[in-house]
């Protein structure tokens, strides 16, 4: 049967609409929904979401009914994004070193989507003779969560650019264990462990300043970049958030009660993360460490993340330098007041 090019054009203009429809479909199809973390309280935000189902409550909100979300615990940051690269998780809460050198590496297929904590890091040593990063000799061993691109193993490598020179940034690499926080405080706590030096996150650090004999703190992330750097973020690629944008606006509004849940009820909040992490620590103990300074930034906006992008542009480690930190996050978060 011959049709009309009138006819044939109407039968093409349905398949197009057809096509469509059935590819906005299939972009909202993600029901399932694989996210990582880290150990520890720096990442409390994602306990609370996880506990209160709040990606959940906000997808429905958005129009996407039946998301279900299965949180996963990776030791490292560069575990999380080895899966995240291999498609087997979706999303990944760390640290900023790791977005960067995704989002270089892939040239912008991977983009942070919100910040979840800024919270200090405390570089803690057992050793006497280590008061100062001047102090770290060739023999010292700092155990960091991943060599090199970890948030604690750029801090000191802006710290030795700081102190031997520009050219000096990478002299403390060498002394870098890669170990995750827990099992670095286990080591830090062994008098005859090699590893007497941990830059740690929290609770950790805290734990081992308390804990520990002769425990002290070495620097703090504060004084080595100026201010408050955002720790814990989510990221995922732009290919996910492209074919799942209301998940990717749930995790944004689930990030925002949850910080706000955090504020107005810090107790009921390391309750929960407590329950969700089987930490043993009371509850009087983790309120202590919140009431540390800089213990309760939980903000949306990235923090100091260019002076990061800055440095690792400068040493060659990216490519591609950043103009704004707008370009490597999604404009799910371009209104925020980022730094």
Known sequence: MVHSPARRAFAAGLLAVGLLASG???AQQKREIAITRQPGIIYLPTHI?????????????????????KWLTFTGGGSQTDALLAGNV???????????LLWDRTRGGVKGIVATSA?????????????TIKDIGPGDKVAVPTVKVSTQAILLQMAA????????????????????????????ANP????????????????ELRNLPGAHIVARSPDIIGGPLTQGQFFTT????????????????ASEEAQAFIRQDPRKAVEIYREVTGDKTSVEDLLSYLAEPGMMEFN?????????????????TLRTKPKAWTDYYLPVAHDLSGS
């Open 49 to 69: 979401i996880e506990k209160q189902g709040l990606i959940e409550k906000h997808a429905e909100r958005l129009g996407v009914p039946g998301v279900t979300t």
């Open 300 to 316: 949306l906006q990235p923090q100091g993340t260019m002076r990061f992008a800055e440095h690792l542009g400068r040493i060659g």
């Open 24 to 26: 906005s479909g299939y």
């Open 238 to 253: 732009t290919k996910f958030a492209d074919a799942n944008p209301k998940i990717v606006q749930a995790v944004r509004a």
């Open 161 to 188: 650019g700081e102190i031997w020179g520009a050219d000096q940034s990478g002299r403390l690499d060498a002394n870098t264990v890669q170990l995750g926080h827990p099992d670095a405080a286990i080591a830090l």
């Open 192 to 207: 005859t462990h090699e590893i007497k030096t941990h830059f740690a996150a929290p609770p950790f650090q805290y734990v």
């Open 119 to 131: 919270l200090p890091l405390l570089l803690v040593s057992r050793d006497p003779k280590i008061r």
């Open 90 to 100: 979706d999303i990944v809460n760390t640290g900023t070193g790791n977005l960067l």
